[in-house]
T-cell receptor
Framework: GENVEQHPSTLSVQEGDSAVIKCTYS??????FPWYKQELGKGPQLIID?????GEKKDQRIAVTLNKTAKHFSLHITETQPEDSAVYFC??????????????FGQGTELSVKP | GAGVSQSPSNKVTEKGKDVELRCDPI?????LYWYRQSLGQGLEFLIY????????KSGLPSDRFSAERTGGSVSTLTIQRTQQEDSAVYLC??????????????????FGPGTRLTVT
């Protein structure tokens, strides 16, 4: 069935180091892959997304890569800061025939950046 | 501008009672989505609206759950005869156009703060 696997479930890094979170998806028709950051008690916030026609996208310290053949995508955060500490979710769009679709989410990665 | 808003922010109810959760999407957004997040879990899709119609209700867990959207704007999610396993954070999201329309920007989903439902 429709599935997104996310690893690791927890990640602890030192301030200034890089963090990488990886996801795999099952539906080869998926064409949109957003990443969300969720802080305690708040709703998920869209931080970056990638569509299936590109392999990489960057926005300042955040980058996302996509390998359609292998059906996996990754989030890279460089020069991490304590305020990057949060739970990060990957998602893949499941839909058919351009009718609009639902997002299937990974289980989340709790990132902790130690000062 | 204003983001997605949800009310109430917290709801405590007794098992067996009905509850209504409300979502106000971003003005002008045609698509609206409901998700559920159980403690420490990822988000689980419930239902999606395009305008007032619901092309995808596949995520509703039982017939106790229903949702409607009127006027192409506000949506309410109703849970009848609540059970303890319904306890979760219910999140609403909206997008300018339905997510996934080929090559179209504006289909990013923006989330509200959620309603925390506790069934005692």
């Amino acid at each position: 069935g429709e599935n997104v696997e996310q690893h690791p479930s927890t990640l602890s890094v030192q301030e200034g180091d890089s963090a990488v979170i990886k996801c795999t998806y099952s539906d080869s028709a998926s064409n949109y892959f957003p990443w969300y950051k969720q802080e305690l008690g708040k709703g998920p916030q869209l931080i970056i997304d990638i569509r299936s026609n590109v392999g990489e996208k960057k926005d300042q310290r955040i980058a996302v890569t996509l390998n359609k053949t292998a059906k996996h995508f990754s989030l890279h955060i460089t020069e991490t800061q304590p305020e990057d500490s949060a739970v990060y979710f990957c998602a893949a769009l499941m839909g058919r025939d351009n009718q609009g679709g639902k997002l299937i989410f990974g289980q989340g990665t709790e990132l902790s950046v130690k000062p | 501008g204003a983001g997605v808003s949800q009310s109430p922010s917290n709801k405590v109810t007794e098992k067996g009672k009905d509850v209504e959760l409300r979502c106000d999407p971003i003005s002008g957004h045609t698509a609206l989505y409901w998700y559920r997040q159980s403690l420490g879990q990822g988000l689980e899709f419930l239902i999606y609206f395009q305008g007032n119609s619901a092309p995808d209700k596949s995520g509703l867990p039982s017939d106790r759950f229903s949702a409607e959207r009127t006027g192409g704007s506000v949506s309410t999610l109703t849970i009848q005869r609540t059970q303890q396993e319904d306890s979760a954070v219910y999140l609403c999201a909206s997008s300018l156009v339905p997510s996934g329309l080929a090559g179209f920007k504006g289909d990013e989903q923006y989330f509200g703060p959620g309603t925390r439902l506790t069934v005692t």
